[in-house]
């Protein structure tokens, strides 16, 4: 693999859950120093920034400019503080309007749990779900991002350009920063090696067929045929378009896995999502694979191959007859 250009510094942080860790990128100019992502508001790693911060000769007042790639604590979730040392925090609007949501209205942590009140689960189940979404509060810092990142547009890091790619799916307004002289691209974790990257089916998300507009981000992503790709987790991948098309081809398999559990009776997600994916141990990890469910029943109602149907306080989905 192509060793990454002397501009670029990744810092890996830990995370108290999940992933394990997360990579922040110093981006180093002749004119100033950036850094895309932030890693939580977690004291392990905010002492881990800025020790490798340090080992580079750095300090947080240093850094002029903050890119998140999206909105989720262990990407930006130190944004406040450094703003706060002096840096430009910016990100998607769409993104922004999801944080604002996130923290101005705990108290629909319980529809959150199930998906906005749309969706029967166990009470036992929502119970569990809703008492996380304060934890996952408390590792990211409230703030207003000072810009918005619009697609395409060249974000100037310190003198060096990144050009914004619009990346839906993942979350809304997710982005990647592609710098094609050096043929690199930070995916945040639009890509990530290893894992194929979780749908966000969050309230503000339903009936936009999120899924669908990853796979096309994935086939815009995948023109940067030979190019680096240095994701939110993980090590660099080596070439973006042959990880995305490996996405690309799990996600079209777990379509044709949702499907194939669909009859021509009603079912709600949650009990399409245990057939589908099967049994997880970890309460966070069944909502997880129920929102990647509903991310794979909505994709299938567009295509014409499901259909919704609306029930007395839930929605369920059964196979489309054409498609049988």
């Not at 914004?164 to 890509?191: E, F, S, Y």
């Not at 089916?201 to 680096?228: I, K, N």
């Not at 490996?246 to 009990?271: F, K, N």
């Amino acid at each position: 693999m192509r060793s990454l250009p002397g501009w670029l510094e990744p810092i890996t942080l830990p995370m108290p859950a999940t992933l394990g860790a997360v990579n922040a990128y110093v981006v180093r100019g002749p004119r100033g120093v950036g850094i895309v992502d932030t890693g939580m508001d977690d004291v392990n790693s905010r002492a881990e920034l800025e020790a490798g911060l340090d080992r580079l000769g750095l300090a947080m007042g240093d850094i002029d400019i903050v890119v998140g790639t999206h909105y989720h604590p262990d990407h930006c979730g130190l944004g406040r503080t450094l703003q706060l040392a002096g840096a430009r925090v910016l990100m998607s609007e769409q993104d922004a309007e999801s944080l604002a949501m996130f923290f101005a209205h705990p108290e629909a942590d319980r529809e959150r749990a199930t998906f906005h009140g749309k969706h029967e689960v166990p009470e036992q189940f929502a119970d569990r779900v809703t008492s996380m979404f304060p934890f996952f509060r408390s590792l990211q810092e409230r703030f207003e991002p000072d810009g918005f990142l619009s697609d395409r547009e060249v974000v100037d890091m310190g003198g060096v350009g990144l050009e914004v790619i619009h990346t839906p799916g993942h979350t809304r307004g997710h982005v990647c920063l592609a710098r094609r002289d050096d043929k690199v691209v930070l995916t945040g974790d639009h890509l990530i090696p290893g894992e194929a990257t979780h749908v966000s089916m969050r309230e503000e998300a339903q009936g936009t067929d999120p899924l669908g507009r990853f796979l096309e981000s994935l086939e815009r992503v995948g023109e940067l045929d030979g190019f680096t790709g240095c994701g939110g987790h993980g090590a660099p991948m080596g070439d973006v378009s042959e990880r995305a098309d490996q996405v690309i081809r799990h996600h079209r398999a777990r379509i044709e896995r949702v499907r194939g559990v669909l009859g021509d009776r009603p079912r709600t997600a949650y009990d399409l999502a245990l057939e589908a994916m099967g049994p997880r141990n970890k309460v966070f990890a069944r909502w997880l694979a129920m929102s990647q469910t509903l991310g794979y029943l909505e994709h299938l109602v567009a295509l014409g191959r499901a259909i919704q149907v609306e029930q007395p306080g839930t929605i369920a989905f059964r196979a489309a007859a054409a498609d049988g």
